[in-house]
């Protein structure tokens, strides 16, 4: 079975400090793997995304994710945390394997940065 | 381009009341989905479909249904509407499940 598990619910940095955000999933099929962010009272945007080409995948703002099959993990990093940053940030992942199309969102984890 | 619109923005309805949400999009896309946001649980999905004249039961698709007469459009109703059903519903496309989603603004639904 498919599933999605974002390790902490909020996280508190301080501004130019690293932003570490965990996701881990579960996945019988090659999985895509989406981070999205959402701003107090707005709509959602894609940061990044994996999709079985290059591990390391570069987003938005600075922000990137690594692919580890082996720990099936895709945590969210960025070395240095802006004011701007504060959001909602939620993990998917998809797997699109003929009969077995699933897709499933984390619950999010809240990031605050302070000044 | 408008990209993904929904309408209303903000509507407040009183138990039993029926309302239709829309969806609309000018991307061409074959995916479309319904989400209901509500703290602490991130996006549950009602129902989506997977191209013009389909639909599929999501996470949450009891109370709701959805129609998709035109490949643009992403219908969502509320036949009889329940205090549970306050929540932020947001609307989203997608060339394919493998592919990003482009999200709506959302609509704010109180259900008194």
């Known amino acids: 079975a498919q599933s999605v598990t974002q390790l902490d619910s909020h996280v508190s940095v301080s501004e130019g400090t690293p932003v570490l955000l965990r996701c881990n999933y579960s996945s019988s099929y090659s999985p895509s793997l989406f981070w999205y962010v959402q701003h107090p009272n707005k709509g959602l945007q894609l940061l990044l995304k994996?999709?079985?080409?290059a591990t390391l995948v570069k987003g938005i703002n600075g922000f990137e994710a690594e692919f580890k099959k082996s720990e099936t993990s895709f945590h969210l990093t960025k070395p240095s945390a802006h004011m701007s940053d504060a959001a909602e940030y939620f993990c998917v992942v998809t797997t699109n394997a003929g009969n077995n199309r699933k897709l499933i969102w984390g619950l999010g984890t809240s990031l605050a940065v302070n000044p | 381009n408008a990209g993904v619109t929904q309408t209303p923005k903000f509507r407040v309805l009183k138990t039993g009341q029926s309302m239709t949400l829309l969806c609309a999009q000018d991307?061409?896309?074959?995916?479309m989905y319904w989400y209901r946001q509500d703290p602490g649980m991130g996006l549950r999905l009602i129902h989506y479909?997977?191209?013009?004249?389909?639909?599929a039961k999501g996470e949450v698709p009891d109370g709701y249904n959805v129609s998709r007469l035109k490949k643009q459009n992403f219908l969502l109703g509320l036949e009889s509407a329940a205090p549970s059903q306050t929540s932020v519903y947001f609307c989203?496309?997608?060339?394919?499940?493998?592919?990003?989603?482009?999200f709506g603004p959302g609509t704010r639904l109180t259900v008194t």
């Open positions: 989203a496309t997608a060339r394919d499940l493998s592919y990003e989603q482009y």
């Open positions: 991307m061409n896309h074959e995916y």
């Open positions: 479909s997977v191209g013009e004249g389909t639909t």
């Open positions: 994996y999709t079985s080409a």
